[in-house]
């Protein structure tokens, strides 16, 4: 791909964070612009956390732990432990080198600049060249229904470990939020946009609940992929089955595909999802077969290579028939 | 002594720490209230830090780091080099284990407690049983005017190493401060009250500027002594002698006695100064000699047992008078 591509990629969790470790690879970094989930963030310790963007940044900045899929490597919790001696939650876990970004993300807020600008500035003083997008400077808030109570994303996925079941899922805020600066622009004059293999209802569907995020989709001429999440029927980490069976939608690869369905173009699945294509057939997306579980890291350079290059046979179809 | 015994303590910085260390096991802790400097406090990192207030209550929790005389003990600084990393100033050296009281204390305050609150809060968390006073809830900043510049404490001394010529030191908001609740009732209601062989202007010193502090230790009965920090007409440690000298007083025990002269009734002073009382003829304080060297837990728990068995022969002799 040449140098004028802009590749927009929206993203989430633990997943997304894993194909951006190949992605960061696999491309020049200024090709990248991300678009990251903020509905999962939160005040802690009176500290301002945004998890999503945290997790993009770190691993851009070669500093995320890879074995955990989120926080610093090699990080300690001294803190955490002192907090708790204090008789402070500690069931979100923060590291103490982790903190210094959050203590400095609360400050650069405290001073009046955005959630945009605060992680712009964390993004470059980490040496990060990429573009990294909140996917609004407004507060969205993930909120999942269970049985028992009305949970944040956090309390239901870290602090329950997300053994309730699921009743529903909202998020509050997202009506009268906007994009944050850059965003719909990014996906307007994108080159490619890739969905990473994040959570479609909690990950990626906060992005799509602002208002104008998926207009621009639908509107946007560069080709939209979406790795799917989904492989035999089941999350390949996390709770995204659950969640995707309390929207009403199917735990497959066409669940994934129902979910994106008014925008994407191309959905790459699992080679093991090969023959599982029966609940497609009313789908306009087109499917593309590759081994999406990232065990190694050449297995992430090389599923962000197949994305690529599956999107520029894309565009080059796309260019063919306009000719 | 018996248990109906207030102890009424003035403290600050390190000196005051180490003396706090033996008082706090020669008398049990529920007859001891100390009131403590907080013209050192700093926003740091977007944190309240109190210096003055975190030591006496790690001293007293059994946390302090005895070999630097502050912070907690094997405390490490992770999140300070991430910090430093993050182009954020780290002259200010804040362990993550230390971080949790910063952070608790800021989320205390901003949830709208007073910092008389606070500091007990942490203190009860912290099983502390001692009552520990800040000196005033309001804002006092001890501003140390050298020849290049006006300088906060902690950039003085801590920044600088206390390197600079002083041209004159002065407690910023100190004379619109009221004291914090309950010093003035403590020290009316003390049976004895000690100043802590802290630095007689920047630790003592803005205790005694917030208006009424100062009466208060003229109009109780209790006996006042103090421990001279000055020893064979040099400071124990730090810049108590540079600062004596800056507010004209000299550099002994002598400068010591003329800073409290108006209320002081016993100066403790080392047995190396025995022979230094020629400048002392003009004053009424009556001096007692000991070791007041703290190197080992012994000293400090002997120099404590002096200094109140000087006070408790004090307060017999006075009884005698009056009967």
Redesign the interface.
Known sequence: MSSENKIVVLTGGTGGAKFVDGLRRAVPPEQLTFIVNTADDLEW???RVSPDLDSITYVLADLLNKDRGWG?QD??F??L???A????PAWFQI???D???H??R??LI?EGNTLSEATAE?AA??GVTARILPMSNDRIETRVQTPASDLSFEEYFVQRHFRDPVISVRFAGAETAAPAPGVVDALLSATTVILAPSNPITSIGPILAVPGIREALCRTSAPVAAISPIVSGAAVSGPAGALLASQGLPVSIAGVAQAYEDFLDLLIADVADRNATEELRQSRVKMRWTNTIMKSANDKVELARTVLSCLAAEISREAAVET
Chains 1, 2 share one sequence.
Do not use: H, N, S, Y
């Open positions: 310790w009176g500290l610093v990080d300690t001294q803190c432990q002192m907090m001696r204090l008789g402070q590291g103490d080198r903190l210094a970004t203590l400095l609360t400050q405290q964390i003083r980490f």
